[in-house]
T-cell receptor
Framework: ETVLTQSPGTLSLSPGETATLSCRASRSVSSTFLAWYQQKPGQAPRLLIYGASSRATGIPDRFSGSGSGTDFTLTISRLEPEDFAMYYC?????????FGPGTKVDLK | QVQLQESGPGLVKPSQNLALTCTVSGGSVSRGDYYWSWIRQPPGKGLEWIGYISHTGTTYYSPPRETPMAISMDTSKNEVYLRLTSVTVADTAVYYCARGAYSGSGVFAGWGFDLWGQGTLMTVSS
């Protein structure tokens, strides 16, 4: 089973700043199968990034993903008020899925 | 437009068996290269993948859990099910149905859960 670790646990920032979220895998993950999600309180998660770096439909270009192998990054540029939320990375390999524990981006 | 809707009993007692239903509208569960998944989220915690069933009926599950779970589907009703046996308080969570699918094409293709239901809260309490 591939274990995902996310850091930091909480990121306190102000609108307009840049958020850099890290996702590290316990073994190499194909970029094709690395995704990022945003979740707001009381809502289902929403797919942001698939294939490590491709934005899902309707996702603003201030969201970007990068990385390969065991280290992946989600960057949110010019934070908007609606971007303060939980963010999860997720991988799919050997027919199994796992999620990271999440990073909370909150208002400083 | 494909939509997912979960339903379930809401409140159950420990040791009971139960089934949750995911109704898929606007599309067929038996077509396309989709993986119909169940994911749960205990109160105040992160996302836990339970397992999925492919459009061909093949199932995969996360490593064994204390509570036995099984995923199945009824193509005539366009529904996907999650059955839990002898639940405990640790199974209290919001249960989501989600569609695993490929997006994009070529070098930009990727796999993820592109559609989610709104979730159904299942509380286990005596």
């Amino acid at each position: 089973e591939t274990v995902l670790t996310q850091s930091p646990g909480t990121l306190s920032l102000s609108p307009g700043e840049t958020a850099t979220l890290s996702c590290r895998a316990s073994r190499s993950v194909s970029s094709t199968f690395l995704a990022w999600y945003q979740q707001k309180p009381g809502q289902a998660p929403r797919l942001l990034i698939y294939g490590a770096s491709s934005r899902a439909t309707g996702i603003p270009d201030r969201f970007s993903g990068s990385g390969s192998g065991t280290d992946f990054t989600l960057t949110i540029s010019r934070l908007e008020p609606e971007d303060f939320a939980m963010y999860y990375c997720q991988q799919y390999s050997s027919s199994l899925v796992s999620f990271g524990p999440g990073t909370k981006v909150d208002l400083k | 437009q494909v939509q997912l809707q979960e339903s379930g009993p809401g409140l159950v007692k420990p040791s009971q068996n139960l089934a949750l239903t995911c109704t898929v509208s606007g599309g067929s569960v038996s077509r396309g290269d989709y993986y119909w998944s169940w994911i749960r989220q205990p109160p105040g915690k992160g996302l836990e993948w339970i397992g999925y069933i492919s459009h061909t009926g093949t199932t995969y599950y996360s490593p064994p859990r204390e509570t036995p779970m099984a995923i199945s589907m009824d193509t005539s009703k366009n529904e996907v099910y999650l059955r839990l046996t002898s639940v405990t308080v640790a199974d209290t969570a919001v249960y989501y149905c989600a569609r695993g699918a490929y997006s994009g094409s070529g070098v930009f293709a990727g796999w993820g859960f592109d559609l989610w239901g709104q979730g159904t809260l299942m509380t286990v309490s005596s």
